[in-house]
């Protein structure tokens, strides 16, 4: 259970990394990627000069012009990002075959034969080499351990944590640091005086899993370093998709499309935070008499934009299904798949 075998693997600031690299005029200045100056539009990555100013992704671009004047915005140039991603996932490729990829620029991955720490090395310098980019690695017993171990030294760390450093490490780490504790979950420990992880272990774990139960005892694992789950090959995904039952039965054209509306933005993003795109949109309607039919559309170019889900759906909505009856359930599903990474970049055109 302590073998050391799992990396976690992050790019350091990944797409102004790549803007960096590509226009050496840029190299140690602030770089933001996502959206412009005028406000519109959202930081996706910002380089390390710029988040010295307290610029950081999923910030408004408005106010990291606000934080950081000097800062340079560049539109996202994702074709270019999947490209250095694949190189990323060809090179993880050659050391294991058990890769769980978290987004287009980190990933878990798990050696089963060899040294971890060796292999970790090897692909960070390999990837080095191949792009001309850092990533922060981490290696350790288990995937909690491994992403606090690359997260503790960036840029361009390289962390190990044996299960004997984990027991020293973790009680010092602010309560904030443990996996699903979030903002909100943050304050309620903190209300009952609990803000570092030795608060927690030394807490009444009776008076805990009385009041939060599974939450509770999945917490006390991790504190104590413990974490079962699995690196999680996740290629095997096929499709995405979002339904839900009517509250009433319904003819009415505009209910449904707000709906398709509501379903595309939620199936977008799950896909972008991934890096995915889609071919084949389709819609999935069951009738009062629970009659179901689908009707799909397959794209020439993938995409995962929410104004083209919404669109193509629509348009099935318009023209292929027929309002002969009320309807009892309306769903959208997203096939045909396409990963960031997927070593073979196929042209549909
Ligand atoms: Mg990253």
């Given at each position: 259970m302590s073998e050391l075998k799992v990396i976690h693997l992050d790019m350091d600031a990944f797409y102004a990394a790549v803007e960096q690299r590509d226009h050496p005029q840029y190299r140690g200045k602030p770089v933001v990627v996502g959206g412009d100056p005028k406000g519109r539009g959202v930081v996706s990555t910002a380089s390390y000069e710029a988040r010295k100013f307290g610029v950081h992704s999923a910030?408004?671009?408005?106010?990291?012009?606000?934080?950081?004047?000097?800062?340079?915005?560049?539109?996202?140039?994702?074709?270019?990002?999947?490209?250095?991603s694949r190189k990323i996932h060809y090179i993880f490729r050659k050391?294991?075959?058990?890769?769980?990829?978290?987004?287009?620029?980190?990933?878990?991955?798990?050696?089963?034969?060899?040294?971890?720490?060796?292999?970790?090395?090897?692909?960070?310098?390999?990837?080095?080499?191949?792009?001309?980019?850092?990533a922060s690695v981490g290696v350790?017993?288990?995937?909690?351990?491994?992403?606090?171990?690359?997260?503790?030294?960036?840029?361009?760390g390289f962390t190990v944590i044996t299960y004997d450093d984990a027991q020293r490490i973790l009680p010092e780490l602010p309560i904030r640091k443990i996996w699903g504790v979030g903002e909100k979950t943050e304050k309620e420990l903190n209300n009952i005086g609990i803000f570092t992880v030795k608060d927690l272990l030394q807490y009444d774990h009776e008076f805990l899993l009385k009041n939060w139960g599974r939450r509770a005892h999945e917490l006390l694992q991790l504190c104590q370093g413990i974490d079962y789950s699995p690196v999680q090959i996740d290629q095997e995904i096929k499709s995405m998709g979002e339904e839900t039952t009517l509250k009433e039965d319904t003819m009415d054209l505009d209910v449904l499309r707000n709906y398709l509306k509501d379903f595309s933005l939620a199936i977008s993003g799950r896909m972008s935070q991934k890096g995915i795109?889609?071919?084949?949109?389709?819609?999935?309607?069951?009738?009062?008499?629970?009659?179901?039919?689908?009707?799909?559309?397959?794209?020439?170019?993938?995409?995962?934009?929410?104004?083209?889900?919404?669109?193509?759906?629509?348009?099935?909505?318009?023209?292929?299904?027929?309002?002969?009856?009320?309807?009892?359930?309306?769903?959208l599903q997203v096939s045909n798949l396409i990963y960031p990474y997927d070593p073979v970049q196929i042209s549909f055109l």
């Open positions: 910030m408004s671009c408005k106010r990291a012009a606000e934080l950081c004047p000097g800062a340079i915005f560049l539109p996202v140039d994702m074709d270019k990002y999947k490209k250095e050391y294991t075959s058990i890769i769980e990829p978290i987004s287009i620029d980190e990933a878990f991955l798990e050696i089963e034969d060899g040294n971890a720490v060796d292999i970790a090395k090897k692909i960070k310098e390999d990837i080095y080499n191949s792009t001309g980019l850092t350790s017993y288990n995937k909690f351990v491994a992403k606090l171990a690359s997260d503790m030294k960036k840029p361009d795109e889609c071919r084949t949109i389709t819609v999935k309607i069951k009738y009062n008499d629970f009659k179901i039919i689908t009707r799909g559309t397959t794209l020439n170019r993938a995409t995962n934009s929410p104004y083209t889900l919404y669109e193509c759906a629509s348009e099935i909505l318009d023209s292929r299904v027929p309002l002969v009856r009320p309807v009892r359930l309306i769903g």
